[in-house]
Every structure is written in C-alpha cells, then in structure tokens.
C-alpha cells in the first residue's frame, strides 16, 4: 500500500523510510535511522500483490559499552609479571 505502519508510539515516524522511492516496483526495504535500544523487537514485512507475503525480522539493538577502565596489579620488573584488569559498565 506505499506506506509504513509504525505502530502506536513507537517513534519511529521521523527515523524510517524506504529505501526505494516506489517499493511497487520490487523492494520494499526499509531504512531504520538512528537506532535506539528501545528499537529491539520483531518487524514484520507484508507485501500485497496478487497474494499476500509476509516475512518477520527480529533486530536486536545494544548500547555500546562504556569506556573501560583499566589499571595494574603487580610489580613491574623486567622478566616479572603483572596483571592488566579491566572493566566497563
């Protein structure tokens, strides 16, 4: 039908769009701008000609961990040993 349902408060309104400017002429791919975490769910692709085809995706979206932290624990003698640790939120 030319057009994206977004669903009820998604806000996603302003971040998708097709890919192709006409999707009746054989790609209705969407472009998902901006992505959120609250973005992750199940999408699902219906595509009415003769028949109807339906196809769902599941994205999966996660933030980027933090910058980590890292330190020494050990003596630093040439021909020692030290442990490198790091961690990140």
């Given at each position: 039908d030319h057009h994206v349902n977004y669903g009820s408060g998604?806000?996603?309104?302003?971040r998708v769009a097709?890919?192709?400017?006409?999707?009746?002429?054989?790609?209705a791919s969407i472009r998902l701008a901006d992505l959120q975490v609250s973005d992750t769910g199940t999408y699902q692709c219906r595509v009415k000609k003769n028949t109807v085809?339906?196809?769902e995706v599941?994205?999966?979206v996660q933030?980027?961990?933090?910058?980590?932290?890292?330190w020494t624990e050990g003596e630093l003698i040439i021909g020692g040993?030290?442990?490198?640790r790091c961690y990140s939120r």
């Open positions: 998604s806000g996603l309104q302003d097709f890919v192709q400017n006409d999707p009746s002429q054989h790609d085809a339906v196809h599941i994205v999966t933030e980027k961990p933090a910058i980590p932290q890292c040993s030290i442990l490198l």
